[in-house]
Nanobody
Framework: VQLQASGGGLVQPGGSLRLSCAAS????????VGWFRQAPGKEREGVSC????????YYTDSVKGRFTISRDNDKNTWYLQMNSLKPEDTAVYYC????????????????WGQGTLVTVSS
């Protein structure tokens, strides 16, 4: 399976971006999909995940209320809507997929996208 992340860019604080991750070579019907990020000089961290059982989303505390994860299984694509962006959201964002219904630990994801850079700066 190949994952293609897109949608990153430069945005001012308080602005919005929507990231997309398109999967080819697999279907999402029974997969959990997620987003991670890695800021300069920091370790990669989980941002959000959505499972395939009931579509329940999970978010790291720092993005709750600002980011929304969603999925479109018909398009084999999932999204991360990012609102009220802050400079500390600056990072390379990675999408990932686990061919199992529930959101896993980071090490259990099966495939990763190449990353898309989000820069929040005035």
């Amino acid at each position: 399976v190949q994952l293609q992340a897109s949608g990153g860019g430069l945005v001012q604080p308080g602005g919005s971006l929507r990231l997309s991750c398109a999967a080819s070579g697999a279907t999402l019907d029974t997969a959990a999909v997620g987003w991670f990020r890695q800021a300069p000089g920091k370790e990669r961290e989980g941002v959000s995940c959505i499972n395939s059982v009931d579509g329940k989303p999970y978010y790291t505390d720092s993005v709750k209320g600002r980011f929304t994860i969603s999925r479109d299984n018909d398009k084999n694509t999932w999204y991360l809507q990012m609102n009220s962006l802050k400079p500390e959201d600056t990072a390379v964002y990675y999408c990932a997929i686990r061919f199992w219904e529930l959101c896993p630990e980071e090490a259990e994801y099966d495939s990763w996208g190449q990353g898309t850079l989000v820069t929040v700066s005035s």
